[in-house]
């Protein structure tokens, strides 16, 4: 009972790649107006395809959004890379998420992998070695790449949103921020990007081994992905941030997008999510 995504706002997004075709969100019996309960200590959801907003709590509150950064860090990519793109995994990709505690790919030092590839890996299993090796890559340096984050941020009118890396994990320094707010704007345009879609809206890939890398297995962390017409879109954890969601859905040409930030439960962000998609569709067809 959610969806997925398609912004109706200025950027023109460049066709990478075919995005996969997601059944709509079925037709609510009868339409109802009550307000899900909603836990998070942020919420946003809009119809991007008119740019209403259809629920907002504390959504311009500044809050670490853990890994759902990685949105910005795919979208980064694309502006520049072309999928074909070979990307060298070096030890240096691999000791940066285990140092930091993330979550990872499994990469191996030394495989090349094709940028259209590796976002698989960066989205599906969250993976921070994937986001290190791809910043380094098109930054060119990490921090290189940061200041792009940023100054795409507030291209896009992201005028709460401070990137401190690639990927979403506390710093030493300080973790960066976000609002529901920013991070649904982000999410509506990044699913404009056909390749960004497709790769959020599938549950597991398999990229097999050649000449220039071995095989891979990825499994998406989100649990949304199943129920009609949902195509992703990221999910995140730290313990500074909670349990945060990116989340989009399609429903009779319409496309609602929302984040969720600081929830303590992780199962029930997803609840929450298809919840909200599911009142929003009714709300908005009314």
């Given amino acids: 009972m959610a969806g997925a995504l398609a912004l109706a706002t200025g950027l023109a997004a460049p066709a990478y790649a075919q995005a996969s075709t997601s059944t709509a969100i079925p037709a609510p019996a009868s ?13 946003y959801l809009m119809d ?7 629920f907002t709590k504390d959504a311009d509150n500044r809050l670490p959004i853990a890994s759902i950064t990685k949105t910005m860090t795919a979208y980064v990519v694309l502006k520049t890379a072309k999928p074909t793109d070979l990307v060298e995994i070096r030890r240096e990709d691999v000791q940066y998420a285990e140092d930091g505690g993330g979550t990872t790919a499994d990469l191996r030092p030394g495989d090349r992998i094709p940028v259209g590839e590796l976002l698989y890996g ?3 299993p969250s993976g921070a070695d994937a986001a290190h090796a791809l910043a380094r890559t098109y930054g060119p340096g ?3 790449f940061v200041a792009k984050m940023n100054a795409t941020a507030r291209e896009l009118g992201m005028n709460d ?6 990927d979403g994990l506390p710093m030493p ?3 960066g921020y976000s609002t529901a707010h920013d991070q649904t704007v982000l999410a509506a345009k990044a699913l404009q990007v056909p390749l960004i879609k497709q790769v959020a809206g599938t549950r597991f890939h398999t990229l097999d081994a050649d000449d220039e890398h071995r095989s891979y297995s990825w499994r998406n962390t989100n649990r949304l992905l199943g129920s009609p017409g949902v195509i992703g879109l990221k999910t995140g954890f730290t313990r500074a941030a909670g349990y945060t969601l990116a989340f989009a859905g399609e429903r009779d040409g319409r496309t609602l997008v929302g984040v969720l930030l600081g929830e303590s439960n992780s199962a029930r962000r997803f609840d929450t999510a ?5 009142w929003g569709a009714a709300r908005a067809a009314a």
């Fill in 31 to 43: 339409v109802r107006y009550d307000t899900p309960a909603v836990h998070a200590t942020a919420a």
């Fill in 48 to 54: 991007a395809s008119t740019g209403k907003v259809l």
């Fill in 122 to 124: 960066l989205m599906l």
């Fill in 142 to 144: 990490v921090k290189g």
């Fill in 161 to 166: 949103t401070k990137y401190v890396n690639a």
């Fill in 173 to 175: 320094g300080g973790d």
């Fill in 274 to 278: 298809d919840a909200l998609l599911s």
